[in-house]
């Protein structure tokens, strides 16, 4: 079978001294007449190097692990394997957070709790060490106390509104589908003035959020739950506390879109596998960010209800 690969179109492969080292480039270059043995022997030769050289491209290519190198596979395979870490612990925590239910008691918070403060203090040991060495532990880490979270906060939402747990779930699937699929067909990237109008509105939305979280806490459950947005004012006949949620939603969206070109730069840049751990983790925190507010959002549109 011939070799058809392009880059034997090369000059290299056609000059006229490589053909005459090349084994058995006295006859191809017309040098003389050779013996039959000769021949025969060249032609041998021939065939094992060119058998040789369809066994290299036949192959496949060097991937993360040959490599040691970051890719966009690699680092899928990598979120996807985190996702499964938490989607395991979530489970923990719901069947946890269920168990002490009945008659006369609620839900156990104790998953919640833990979940929340554990990933919230693993995160910022991963965010400030990273920049030194990247420990997976540590990933693995944040990822089973985010399932605790997930799985306890999901299961009480879904005791006082049944169903809402699905509903929370198809939509943040929709709404990271619709972004990948928007940034891979190259519809939608992230630029400079869009990120710096992202960071202010950031810094706005975390003080918003921990004056509105003081205000959950001191606020018995049923009346004022989600703090000011619970507050029973309207725009166009909208919750304020839902018109908030879904620029929080936009917000957790474009965080989305500099996930993607932050793994597509450290892809190019040939950054070390292991920073694929990284793009991992920065996904699942979008990710679960972006759970949480549209859980929210539908608890207040069905306690409105």
Known sequence: MALNNPAFNNPAFQDEKAVRSYPGGAQAAGLGAPTQAATTSHMATDAAAQAQLEGMYAAPAAGAVETDRMTVEDTVWKT?????????????????TMSTVSPTTGPNILPWIIGMIGGFVLSLVVIFTSRKKIRPGLIFGYAAFEGLFVGGISAFFEMIWPGIVLQATLATLAVVGVTLALFASGKVRASKRATKVFMVAMIGYLVFSLINLGLMFFTPVGDNAFGLLSEPSFLFGIPWGVLIGIFVVIMAAYSLVLDFDSIQRGVRNGAPRQYGWLGGFGIMVTVVWLYIEILRILAILRGSN
């Open 80 to 96: 996807v394997g985190l996702f499964a870490i938490l989607l395991v612990t979530a489970a923990v925590g719901w069947v946890w």
